[in-house]
């Protein structure tokens, strides 16, 4: 059956033969099942997403991820050295003088924002990419907004210029780039802000077939955050920042909402110690939160998923009774762009990590089915696995009220409705720490509505300085 296929495809389409005869010999001739049936174009775009995958290196994932994960935790582990919220006059001066060296480097434009956007909405029942989802508790701003605007508080607070680049996927790129364009890139300069698109693997069934969302297509998704190692290179973002004179990158995900971004503290450390690559984390919830645990395994900087702790090191405490390993990482990172070069210049490639998904696909009979149990494997590299090749690297803690809720879930833990209470929360401390009277919940949640914009107040310090401390709070304000 396979020759038949070829032979047909051969003809219709000779310039692909080597690469139709790599997706049958790698046992994907499914995907050619409803060749006859789909017109011209759809067999153009079908060929494209052939000829851009590596087959035998899908398959060789595929047969990695059946293996017994090897404990990535044995060595010696010990918990990393923290910089830890100041407690004392002697630590605030210590912060005070990290926060003047990041400003200066702010003021200097050697600080580039990078904002990792690949993803769609889809399970908060958003069709649209993640960034774009309406957010903020009163005027319902986007995710992409919120950014916009911290971003143009500090340029007015630090006389600066900041790049802007977002890494989107081929799926979202040109529905993100439209949005910026339809809201007028909020009112950032369109030259501060570059696009670029990550690389996408195929998902595949637990079986190693590619799954189809239709007769033409093959189900394809980014290659995780890892992935903007190389696509920094192969897309000349790297090239573009030096250009501008950029030496440090400021590195988040889009779906934190409280993101303090280009945090001049937190660049200060970083740059006092010399640092590679820098990492901010919170405090645990409780043993088993679902987060990766920053450790020192074998003097070494790593991130542990929460996973492929054992249980013994999972529930370890200090002898004060804080947990032992106790540094959840929220993917919020200093990374020095001669650092990255070097990396991605030696080769280093990052390891990909198999993850079991719901993916809705064609069955046999072209049926698009949604599946209700887990049905896909996703193949993703993680830019924290970079921290391997550190030799320099800074973790700062930060509470998690005031830095870390970020929007993964259409309910529950994570949602567009905990995000919300969390801004509203926020905003309500720094009032509240102003002067003014601010209710709130058993639970500690304000009670009622409050939005600041961070042109307005770009933190509580700024707050402090504008707010009337007569002002009475009547359950709604917006600043």
């Known amino acids: ?19 139709l005869r790599n997706a049958l010999e790698a046992g994907q001739g499914h995907i050619f099942r409803w060749w006859d049936e789909i017109t011209s174009r759809e067999k153009k775009h079908l060929l494209e997403q052939i000829a851009s995958i590596d087959f035998q290196f899908v398959n060789k994932l595929f047969r990695d991820s059946l293996r017994k994960a090897t404990n990535r935790t044995k060595g010696c582990l010990v ?8 407690a004392n006059d002697f630590e605030r001066n210590v912060e005070q003088n990290a926060r003047k060296v ?6 200097e434009r050697k600080i580039a924002v990078l904002t990792v956007a690949g993803g769609h909405g889809t399970r908060l029942g958003s069709n649209g990419p993640k960034g774009t989802l309406p957010i903020a508790p009163i005027s ?7 950014h916009a605007e911290k971003i143009h508080a500090i340029q007015k607070r630090y006389d600066t210029y900041i790049p802007w680049y977002i890494m989107t996927s081929e799926t979202n790129n040109h529905a993100t780039q439209a949005f910026f364009k339809e809201n007028q890139f909020f009112r950032l300069d369109p030259q501060q802000i570059s696009f670029f698109t990550q690389g996408m693997l195929p998902a595949v069934d637990l079986r190693g077939n590619l799954l189809m969302s239709s007769k033409s297509n093959i189900v394809m998704s980014p290659n995780g955050h890892g992935g903007t190692i190389i696509a920094l290179n192969e897309k000349g973002i790297l090239n573009d920042m030096k250009r501008r004179g950029v030496k440090e990158i400021f590195y988040h995900q889009v779906d934190n909402i409280l993101i303090k971004i280009a945090d001049p503290v937190f660049v200060g450390y970083h740059l006092k110690d010399g640092a590679e690559m820098s990492l901010k984390v919170v405090k645990k919830y409780h043993p088993e939160e679902k987060v990766g645990v920053v450790v020192c395994l074998n003097g070494c900087l790593q991130i542990i998923e929460y996973s492929e702790l054992s249980r013994e090191d999972m529930y370890a405490k200090n002898d004060d009774g804080a947990l032992k390993y106790n540094a959840g990482s929220i993917a919020v990172h200093m990374i020095n762009i001669d650092f990255l070069e070097k990396v991605y210049q030696k080769g280093k490639t990052l390891p990909y990590h198999a993850a079991i998904k719901k993916v809705p696909y064609i069955n046999g009979n072209g049926v698009l089915v949604n599946p209700k149990r887990d049905n896909a494997v996703k193949f993703e590299s993680f830019i924290f696995d970079m921290l391997k090749h550190v030799k320099k690297g800074v973790i700062m803690e930060v509470l998690r009220q005031d830095e870390f809720s970020p929007v993964k879930n259409v309910e529950g833990e994570n949602s567009p409705v905990t ?7 926020l905003f309500g401390r720094w009032l509240c720490n102003a002067g003014v009277s601010i209710p709130t919940d058993s639970q500690g949640n304000v009670i009622g509505l409050i939005e600041i914009n961070p042109c307005f107040a770009l933190d509580e310090e700024e707050l402090k300085g504008k707010i009337n401390k007569t002002l009475k709070f009547n359950g709604f304000l917006r600043l």
């Open 1 to 19: 059956m396979n020759i038949k296929i070829l032979e047909k495809l051969d003809k219709e389409f000779p310039s692909h033969k080597s690469c």
């Open 79 to 86: 918990p990393p050295k923290v910089i830890t919220p100041p």
């Open 102 to 107: 990041g400003e200066e480097a702010l003021r």
């Open 140 to 146: 319902r701003k986007s995710i992409f907004q919120l």
């Open 419 to 425: 995000a919300k209470q969390d801004m509203v929360n």
